[in-house]
């Protein structure tokens, strides 16, 4: 199977199992019904994989767990609308995107398949970094609703120290990424290569 087929199933998966999660609010019987037919979408998408042989079998199945926990992730977050619950579902889907990005990794060897887990994780982190300063916004913002001035102010500082430490948290992982890339070169090259990186990232 080729990548335009395994591409072409990931979609099918995606599209089954997020069309019923996405209902503004539900009953504890539709949440539990909703619930088993993820599973059951699951169960169906998984099978699809033996289609396939070797990795491309090992992304097909990471793609399938992923959608089944986004989905999940997604249905609780429409049953119970919490910002916890928002942000769960962004982790969700950052972990997701990272179990399929490790194994269309293991396509690739040597600095080629570092650089890849490499920008994998950067996604990754970068992914739950956003998700972690949007649930503190939120949280702030709730807190400011109905306060004194003060209080409100108070989450003004906190959103904008929620979107420092999401920045941080990016730079050190596009930092990860450079200095990885850094070992396609030896010698003085590989030296200069990593001198640059720390320049352009800041680094001591």
């Known amino acids: 199977m080729n990548k335009l087929s395994i591409n072409a199933v990931a979609l099918a998966m995606s ?3 997020s069309a019923g999660a996405m209902a503004q609010s539900m009953s504890k019987d539709d949440y539990k019904a909703e619930k088993h ?3 059951t979408e ?3 998408a998984k099978a699809s994989c033996a289609s396939f042989s070797g990795n ?3 992304i ?3 793609q399938a767990k992923g959608q089944e926990k986004i989905a999940k992730a997604d249905l609780d977050a429409s049953y119970k609308p919490t910002v916890k619950n928002h942000y769960e579902a962004r982790v969700a889907k950052a972990e997701a995107d990272y179990a399929v990005a490790k194994e269309r990794c293991d396509d ?3 600095t080629a398949k570092d650089v890849c887990m490499e920008e994998a ?3 990754k982190t970068t992914a739950k970094a956003d998700a972690k300063a949007q649930m503190k916004i939120s949280d702030a913002n709730a807190t400011a609703n109905d306060k004194s001035a003060e209080a409100r102010s108070e989450a003004r500082n906190k959103s904008v120290e929620a979107r420092k430490d999401a920045a941080a ?3 050190d992982a596009q930092y990860g990424v450079a200095k990885e890339k850094c070992d396609t070169y030896a010698g003085s090259a590989k030296d200069y290569c990593l001198d640059q990186a720390k320049k352009n990232f800041g680094k001591p």
Do not use: E, H, M, W
């Open 108 to 110: 690739q060897a040597g």
């Open 15 to 17: 599209l089954a199992f």
């Open 121 to 123: 994780k950067a996604a």
């Open 42 to 44: 699951y169960n169906t």
């Open 60 to 62: 097909c199945v990471a």
């Open 37 to 39: 037919r993820i599973s």
């Open 56 to 58: 491309a079998r090992d």
């Open 169 to 171: 948290s990016t730079l």
